[in-house]
């Protein structure tokens, strides 16, 4: 018995001594304390592992019923860090292991049931506070009904997005003038200059005083058609009047 009696006086005095060895930062220090997320008394501090890594335990409220404030949870906490320094802050997700396993603390639950309060007193102080209890398992999560989306709340199809920006930016070439509409208007413009050149020839024969008609076609303006009465200065005529004045 004596010797039984001196074997664990000898293995509790060692495990003190292998304990006493490791560094305080290796051990979790299981501090707890407020850390605001956006607004007080929305978020817990958790400091369940070593070197000041822990959980962000996030604290939602329910206010569905009617004048009860209850907590709502999530078992997806954030990682904490530095959470034994004067700044923690946290980032990403936690395995939902560990925030089960900080929610079977007693005093974990009671710091959330604190945190929980006070912040149910900010946001409906009308409303009675209403504990319950944080799921400790996976089997005790329960999704939270939320009202269906309409049409207003949908986002819009990022493809159609992507062919309106594509027409905006690239607006389509405009159609070309059709061939029949070039050809009237380019035999306009030849009537246009076909008549413009006759009355410059009329002009013409005007200053040298004849008086013989002159008749143009659209499709050659240069041929001028005989006379139908012979000029009065024409020498054939002078010559008729000549002969017929000696008979």
């Known amino acids: 018995m004596g010797r039984a ?63 009860r404030c209850q907590p709502r949870w999530s078992a997806d906490a954030a990682r904490l860090f530095n959470g034994n320094g ?8 936690a395995p939902r292991e560990e925030f089960f396993q900080a929610v079977a603390r007693a005093d974990v639950r009671r710091a959330l049931r604190e945190q929980s309060e006070a912040l149910c007193r900010e946001r409906a102080p009308r409303s009675s506070f209403s504990w ?48 029949g509409s070039g050809s009237s208007t380019k035999g306009a413009g030849s009537s246009t200059c076909t008549g413009s050149w006759a009355a410059i020839r009329s002009r013409s024969w005007a200053k040298r005083g004849s008086t013989a008609a002159v008749v143009t076609t659209p499709s050659a303006p240069w041929r001028r058609a005989k006379a139908s ?3 009065a200065t024409s020498p054939w005529r002078r010559v008729t009047g000549n002969s017929s004045r000696h008979s």
Request: negative net charge; aromatic residues 4%.
């Open 229 to 231: 009465t012979s000029s």
């Open 132 to 179: 319950v209890e944080p799921p400790r398992t996976a089997q005790e999560i329960k999704p939270a009904p939320y009202p269906l989306l309409e049409q207003p709340d949908l986002l819009s199809d990022p493809n159609a997005v992507l062919e309106q920006e594509e027409r905006l930016l690239n607006p389509a070439p405009k159609a070309r003038r059709s061939t």
């Open 5 to 67: 009696l001196a074997t664990a006086l000898a293995t509790g005095l060692g495990a003190s001594v292998l304990s006493a060895c490791v560094p305080a930062h290796r051990h979790a220090t299981w501090a707890i304390f407020p850390l605001q997320r956006r607004l007080p008394h929305d978020g817990l501090a958790v400091v369940s592992q070593p070197d000041g890594y822990g959980l962000h335990i996030w604290i939602d409220t329910d206010t569905r019923q009617s004048g």
């Open 86 to 93: 004067t700044a923690p802050f946290s980032s990403g997700l």
